[in-house]
Every structure is written in C-alpha cells, then in structure tokens.
C-alpha cells in the first residue's frame, strides 16, 4: 500500500532526527545560517513578542526566535516529528531559554486561537507539507493583525547552467553525503523530490497572497537556491 505524502515525511524525519543538524550544515555548506540571519535582521523582532515556528523541527529557527524576544517574550515550536522535538527539547534545556515551548503538533491544523502571535516563521518545513496554502491559512489564522509570516525555504533557480547544476546537486550529491555521513540515502533522495517539486519565487509569493497576506515581499539567496518569503497580515 502507498504512503501517503504525510506518512512518508513523518518516517523520513524520524529516522534522520540525530544527523540532521550535521546534515544541514553539510548539503547547505553552512550556508543556511547566513540565510535565516539575514531573515532575522528582515523581520526585526520586538523584544517581549509572541512567536511560533511551525514545522520547527530541531529548534534552531526556534532558539533564534527566543534569544531576540528575550525573557519576556514567549516562542512555540511546533512539529509533528517526535524524535526532531527530542532534539530541540535538549538544546533547550541546556541554554535554559524558558520562554520556550516545544509541541507536538500538525501545521495543517494549527492548535492556535485566532490572532495569537506576533510572528510566526516556517524554515525547510512547507515544502514537506501535503498541502501548502492550507499550512499559509493556517499562519495567517493564527498570526495578529499588524503581524508577519516568514518561509525560508529551497526555491527554484533560473539562471541556465545554475539550475541545471543545482537539480544535478539534489539529485545525485545531496543523497551520497546522505549516505555517507547519515547511512539515510533514501530519505534525502525524498528532500531531492521535495525541493523540486516545489514552486518557485513568484508562485509562492502569489501563494501568501491567496492566503490573506499583503504587501508580500521575497528575496532569493544563493543564486535562487533558496528565498525568504514576508507576508504582513493587516
């Protein structure tokens, strides 16, 4: 019998939860970092704010969020893979950032009241999601009126050769340094299928709009291999 979409994720990110910050850091070359610390200086976050990282994953976005607020804000991570969740709950713990909250959770159905949060961010996540406007609804729901919502995610080059190299990259290296540093080969051939199957800059962008957002704003990093993706709720 087929998995579904949902299913098949799930199991990926269960069984990579304890090689994927190396793992990251090693198919991106670090580069990541730099992408959501020029995300961060974007959204310009208020100490003291309320704010939710959806398919948080290992917690990285998450503590970035938590540091910025400060001890008087308040930061959920939310993800649907346990074993991510563990990860992130240690990292935590060892900073003792107690303006955090891990939760298990689906970011199709946010367990949210209307209006909750200042900010609210999704990194490498809405790509694995079945259905991606239903996960923007879903933020613009639960984000505050006068508030934003952040996707930082692989996007579609378009520059002739670049894009070719970076499909050949995904296709073919991406899953080798799984397999060589993860023993995961089939699971980041799955993050290969993601990436291409999802939409480009333009797309999406027209995508937060359909959600309900305004004045949305996207900006591609390295070369369009990745982009930030800033949608106000008025």
Not at 45 to 65: F, N
Request: net charge positive.
């Amino acid at each position: 019998m087929q998995q579904s979409k949902e299913q098949r994720v799930h199991k990926v990110f269960e069984k990579i939860s304890d090689n994927y910050d190396k793992m990251n850091s090693v198919i991106s070359f670090q580069q990541h970092i730099k992408w959501r610390k020029d995300t961060m200086k974007r959204m310009n976050v208020k100490p003291g704010s309320k704010a939710l990282d959806v398919c948080c994953g290992t917690g990285d976005w998450t503590i970035a969020l938590a540091e910025a607020v400060g001890p008087s804000g308040e930061v959920t991570g939310l993800d649907f893979s346990q074993n991510m969740l563990n990860v992130g709950i240690e990292k935590v713990k060892s900073m003792g950032l107690k303006q955090v909250s891990l939760i298990h959770g689906n970011a199709m159905e946010l367990p949210f009241p209307d209006n909750s949060f200042d900010y609210v961010t999704i990194g490498f996540g809405l790509r694995n999601v079945p259905d991606y406007l239903q996960v923007l609804k879903e933020m613009n729901r639960v984000v505050k009126p006068g508030g934003i919502a952040v996707c930082l995610e692989t996007s579609q080059p378009t520059l002739i050769g670049y894009k070719q190299l970076y499909y050949f990259y995904f296709r073919f290296i991406m899953p080798m340094f799984g397999k060589l540093f993860a023993k995961s080969y089939r699971e980041y051939s799955w993050l290969h299928e993601s990436a291409r199957n999802f939409p480009g800059m333009k797309e999406l962008a027209r995508m937060f709009e359909t959600a309900g957002f305004k004045d949305v704003f996207y900006k591609p990093y390295s070369g369009g291999a990745a982009a930030v993706h800033i949608g106000y709720k008025k």
